[in-house]
């Protein structure tokens, strides 16, 4: 997928998964005990152990990125004039 200009996340627990969470577009840890590794790697982190938890990650991300999109094109508006 990465290859075809994709995104791939990878949702993992972080027992020996650094590897392959650092290699994901998108990368998810699952916060358990000795993942340290796992969590400084991630873009986002689930905290109790809840799948359902990524579609609010992901509701949260959109919302960000549409704020950030639109700042953005406040600044450049500003900017021309």
Do not use: C, Y
Not at 60 to 70: A, E, I, T, Y
């Amino acid at each position: 997928m990465q290859k075809e200009g994709l995104n791939a996340a990878k949702v993992r627990d972080g027992i020996n998964d650094a590897p392959a969470l650092a290699a994901a577009g998108i990368r998810i840890a699952i916060a358990m005990s000795d993942t340290d590794v796992a969590l400084e790697t991630a873009d986002a982190v689930i905290l109790h152990r809840r799948i359902e938890d990524i579609s609010r990650i992901l509701r949260l991300s959109r919302g960000n990125l549409r704020v950030r999109q639109s700042a953005l094109r406040q600044a450049r508006r500003f900017a021309s004039s």
